[in-house]
Nanobody, 126 residues
C-alpha cells in the first residue's frame, strides 16, 4: 500500500515536501513515480525515480523546481517542491512499478505503474 501525505495550501513561490510511505518489505524492488491531477484535467506525470535512486525523470513543467528522492530504509519516496505556482495545484499521487529498464516515455506513462496510493491535495494560491 502507498500513502501520500504532506499536501496543503501554500502561496505562490512557496515550497512543500510530499512523502509517500509504502508498506511491505520489497520497496527497493520498485521504481516510483509521482503524478498529479487537477480538476477537469487528465492525470499528469510529475517525476519518477528508479529503485536505487540513480535515475530520475521529470516533466518539463517541474524540472528545476521539483526534486524526487527516496529512502529505501524508510520505505519512503519524497517530492520536494520549490517555487510553486498556481498551476501546480492538483491532487498528487504516488505510484509504484516493478523495477526495470524503460524508456523516458514509459516512465511518464501512468499505465506503467501497477500500484497507486490515495492522493494528497496541493493548493497554490496566487
Amino acid at each position: 500500500q502507498l500513502q501520500a501525505s504532506g499536501g496543503g495550501l501554500v502561496q505562490a513561490g512557496g515550497s512543500l515536501r510530499l512523502s509517500c510511505a509504502a508498506s511491505g518489505r520489497t520497496f527497493s524492488s520498485y521504481d516510483m513515480g509521482w503524478f498529479r491531477q487537477a480538476p477537469g484535467k487528465e492525470r499528469e506525470f510529475v517525476a519518477a525515480i528508479s529503485w536505487s535512486g540513480e535515475r530520475t525523470f521529470y516533466a518539463d513543467s517541474v524540472k528545476g523546481r521539483f526534486t524526487i528522492s527516496r529512502a529505501n530504509t524508510e520505505n519512503t519516496v519524497y517530492l520536494q517542491m520549490f517555487s510553486l505556482k498556481p498551476e501546480d495545484t492538483a491532487v498528487y499521487y504516488c505510484a509504484a512499478t516493478t523495477t526495470g529498464w524503460r524508456t523516458p516515455a514509459a516512465w511518464s506513462n501512468y499505465r506503467t505503474y501497477d500500484y497507486w496510493g490515495r492522493g494528497t491535495q496541493v493548493t497554490v494560491s496566487s
